[in-house]
Every structure is written in structure tokens, then in C-alpha cells.
T-cell receptor, first 118, second 116 residues
Framework: AQKITQTQPGMFVQEKEAVTLDCTYD???????LFWYKQPSSGEMIFLIY??????QNATEGRYSLNFQKARKSANLVISASQLGDSAMYFC???????????????FGKGTKLSVKP | KAGVTQTPRYLIKTRGQQVTLSCSPI?????VSWYQQTPGQGLQFLFE???????NKGNFPGRFSGRQFSNSRSEMNVSTLELGDSALYLC???????????????FGEGSRLTVL
């Protein structure tokens, strides 16, 4: 069965510093996709970054980068130069290839609550 | 372009009642998925619709149902509400181009249901 583990329930970071949010996954699928989402208090899930299992390079999107270590089955999110607006819940998620054309079934971790201190 | 729109944003029901939630996907997106988010269970997949057909279903009782219309708008219904159905219900849409390597989900702000 597929599983996502986020071991940090909460984290604090000083404004302008970098922070790493941990994510490990378990799957037997040879092809899969890994996602990070941000959920502010408003409730909306905001897509941050995507990494495909066959991608050769780590994904980057602005201040977000994904430290993908396939052999260790980890996909950590790195946020550089933290801002106060980064305070939110962060979820790691995975979509497997077993579901064929199904796009909507993501398996989510429990999330990490990030608090940015001024 | 407009994002995913969910209505209503907040609602309160009593046990035994039923509720219908609505989701309008991003224009051009044909896949709509629904998730339930609770503090205890986290985010759990309910079902996915594509071209008016249910394509995938999570592990929820038959009280939870959904449908999709020809304009890709989707509704989900929960009958005989229980206290444990109190949750944030999130809808997401995607282009559904296929494969595990493509297609991020775009979420709405959710409908927060409280069952008394």
C-alpha cells in the first residue's frame, strides 16, 4: 500500500532563513508523482511543487525546491528565505500509476505546521 | 482565470439530515475530485469524476455519493448525517491528461460542514 509520512507535526523558522520539511513515502509502483501543497488558515490547498519519479533533476519553483532522494524514498521540501506569509500547514502527497488515467487520487501525509517568526 | 469554486463555504446540519455540496472546476478541467479533511484522519480521497463518470472511489460508506454534470460541475451528497461527518470538504480539478507524471490538482477553499 502507498503511504506518506511527515514526522514533523510543527516547526518554527526565523524570517529570511531556510527551512526543510521532511517527507518519506512508500510505494511499490515504478512510476509515481510527488507533490507538496500549502494550506493557509483559509483552507484552500495551494500547489507548490511536483517531482516525477523518473525526473533526473530535483524540482524547483521559485523559493521552493524538492530534495528528492529516490533510493531513500524521501522528498523533502526546502523553502529558502522564509517569509511571514509562509506560515501554514504543508502537506506532502503522492499519486501512483496504479490508478491508470485517474488524476484525482492523491495520498496525503498528516502535514507539518510551519510558523515563521519575525 | 477563475479558480475552483465551492459552495456553500460553511453550513450547519443536524444528525440524520442530508447535505449537498457543489464544486465548479477551473474552466477546461474535466476531472473533479473530492476530499474529506478532519483533524483525526487528515485528508482522505472520496471520489473522482471525469466526463460525468465516476473513475475512482475511496473507502467511504455509501452515504457519500457524487455526480458530475456535462459542464464538469460536480456535486457531492451525504445522506443520514453523523457527527463524524463534520469536516472540511475539498474539491479539486485537473486537466486529467493521464499518467502519474502529469496534472497537479487545483483545490478550492472547501465547504466546512458541522453536524450537530
Amino acid at each position: 500500500a502507498q503511504k506518506i509520512t511527515q514526522t514533523q507535526p510543527g516547526m518554527f523558522v526565523q524570517e529570511k532563513e531556510a527551512v526543510t520539511l521532511d517527507c518519506t513515502y512508500d510505494t511499490s509502483d515504478p512510476s509515481y508523482g510527488l507533490f507538496w501543497y500549502k494550506q493557509p488558515s483559509s483552507g484552500e490547498m495551494i500547489f507548490l511543487i511536483y517531482q516525477g519519479s523518473y525526473d533526473q533533476q530535483n524540482a524547483t519553483e521559485g523559493r521552493y525546491s524538492l530534495n528528492f532522494q529516490k533510493a531513500r524514498k524521501s522528498a523533502n521540501l526546502v523553502i529558502s528565505a522564509s517569509q511571514l506569509g509562509d506560515s501554514a500547514m504543508y502537506f506532502c502527497a503522492m499519486r501512483g500509476a496504479l490508478y491508470g488515467g485517474s488524476q484525482g487520487n492523491l495520498i496525503f501525509g498528516k502535514g507539518t505546521k510551519l510558523s515563521v517568526k519575525p | 482565470k477563475a479558480g475552483v469554486t465551492q459552495t456553500p463555504r460553511y453550513l450547519i446540519k443536524t444528525r440524520g439530515q442530508q447535505v449537498t455540496l457543489s464544486c465548479s472546476p477551473i474552466s477546461g478541467h474535466r476531472s473533479v475530485s473530492w476530499y474529506q479533511q478532519t483533524p483525526g484522519q487528515g485528508l482522505q480521497f472520496l471520489f473522482e469524476y471525469f466526463s460525468e463518470t465516476q473513475r475512482n472511489k475511496g473507502n467511504f460508506p455509501g452515504r457519500f455519493s457524487g455526480r458530475q454534470f456535462s459542464n464538469s460541475r460536480s456535486e457531492m451528497n451525504v445522506s443520514t448525517l453523523e457527527l463524524g461527518d463534520s469536516a472540511l470538504y475539498l474539491c479539486a480539478s485537473s486537466l486529467a491528461s493521464g499518467g502519474a507524471r502529469t496534472g497537479e490538482l487545483f483545490f478550492g477553499e472547501g465547504s466546512r460542514l458541522t453536524v450537530l
